[in-house]
């Protein structure tokens, strides 16, 4: 009776783990250099900023990789890196605009939608090197461009941040 018991308790409680969403755990500490903090309307932080991700934990999420053409570029160029959704969800992001901001200053509003509507990432690497500082890293918001026509657009290039360093949920 004991044996049952222990196996019945055992199966529940592994059906509880595995019934927990994913971004529902929560955000591990940071233990490189922070590149990214998302602040604002999130619930999962690992620091006073709010959620705070390293080169390490962002190469640990799921990762997408597309090349396409952009408006800096002669050729086109493959970029790998977590999907703009599961960064969010990873940090429990809810709102409905993203304020995006670069390591030179530059600020640019994203709909929430996109994250949802398009492939979006957050680029780690170009054509399977790290994207350095000097050449619009180490972050940079690509849209899947020539995926879709409307994406080939003054308004996604716009909201296409590089050298990103963080993101205020509103």
Request: hydrophobic share 45%.
């Amino acid at each position: 009776m004991k044996t049952v018991f222990s196996t019945t308790c055992l199966a529940l409680a592994s059906m509880l783990i595995l019934s927990v969403p994913l971004n529902a755990i929560a955000l591990e500490s940071v233990t490189g250099k922070v590149i990214l903090t998302i602040s604002g309307k999130v619930e999962a932080k690992n620091s006073d900023k709010g959620a705070e991700f390293d080169l390490a934990m962002l190469e640990r999420l799921p990762q997408q990789t597309f090349t396409t053409m952009t408006p800096w570029s002669k050729q086109p160029i493959k970029f790998t890196g977590p999907l703009l959704r599961d960064v969010l969800a990873a940090a429990r992001a809810s709102g409905t605009v993203l304020n995006a901001s670069a390591l030179n200053d530059f600020q640019t509003s994203i709909p929430m939608g996109d994250a949802r509507k398009f492939d979006v990432i957050i680029a780690h690497h170009m054509n399977g090197e790290i994207i350095s500082v000097k050449t619009k890293g180490p972050l940079f918001i690509v849209y899947p461009y020539d995926s879709k026509v409307e994406l080939r657009s003054v308004i996604y290039y716009e909201r296409s941040v590089w050298q990103l360093k963080s993101l205020i949920v509103k």
